[in-house]
């Protein structure tokens, strides 16, 4: 089926190292992805969005990249502090907001 | 704007019995979004509302389940009879669009059925 999901369910990264958190999605008319943070008690919190005519976007220490050939986009957060320490899922758009399964970051002091 | 607020933001509740999990979204978004998040399933969106009536309710569990939204500034999802395995965080979201917009999370409701 249709789906958009996460390769990895935990990730430990060295504090003041880049993390790089991958996603794949399988529907090829999938035009609109966002990454969300997720701390513990909370809800999802929007992190960055890319459209699917865009390669490339950044935002304040996080990047986003999509790759549309092998269907695969990552999130890259440079600098990973503490804060960062969260589950993040990706997410697409198209009728109804659909999540992956989520990436447990962890950092390592 | 406070966001989306949901209502409450823990409930311990007996088997059989109704609950009912209220939220209230940001004003001018059109969108109403109510997902179910649990470890074995992750984030599962349940049924979600545009200018308050419900357009796709194909992820609610079972007839058990209700949503309605009465008004652009409140919903309800409703369980009746409540059972343990409906135990789970519940969220309430919404967005001004659905297509290429993003979706505002609210704290969300923990639900536990004994």
């Known amino acids: 089926g249709e789906s958009v999901g996460l390769h990895l369910p935990t990730l430990s990264v060295q504090e003041g190292d880049n993390s790089i958190i991958n996603c794949a999605y399988s529907?090829?008319?999938?035009?609109?992805f966002i990454w969300y943070k997720q701390e513990s008690g909370k809800g999802p919190q929007f992190i960055i969005d890319?459209?699917?005519?865009?390669d490339k976007r950044q935002g304040q220490r996080v990047t986003v990249l999509l790759n549309k050939t092998v269907k695969h986009l990552s999130l890259q957060i440079a600098a990973t502090q503490p804060g960062d320490s969260a589950v993040y899922f990706c997410?697409?758009?198209?009728?109804?907001?659909?999540f992956g399964t989520g990436t447990r970051l962890t950092i390592i002091p | 704007d406070a966001g989306v607020i949901q209502s409450p933001r823990h409930e311990v509740t007996e088997m059989g019995q109704e609950v009912t999990l209220r939220c209230k979204p940001i004003?001018?978004?059109?969108?109403l979004f109510w997902y179910r998040q649990t470890m074995m399933r992750g984030l599962e969106l349940l049924i979600y509302?545009?200018?308050?009536?419900?357009?796709?309710d194909s992820g609610m569990p079972e007839d058990r389940f209700s949503a309605k939204m009465p008004n652009a500034s409140f919903s309800t999802l409703k369980i009746q009879p409540s059972e343990p395995r409906d135990s789970a965080v519940y969220f309430c979201?919404?967005?001004?669009?659905?297509?290429?917009?993003?979706?505002?999370f609210g704290q969300g409701t923990r639900l536990t059925v004994v």
């Open positions: 979201a919404s967005s001004p669009g659905t297509r290429n917009t993003e979706a505002f």
């Open positions: 529907n090829s008319a999938s035009d609109y």
């Open positions: 890319i459209r699917s005519n865009m």
């Open positions: 997410a697409e758009n198209r009728e109804k907001l659909t």
């Open positions: 004003s001018g978004h059109d969108y």
């Open positions: 509302f545009n200018n308050n009536v419900p357009i796709d």
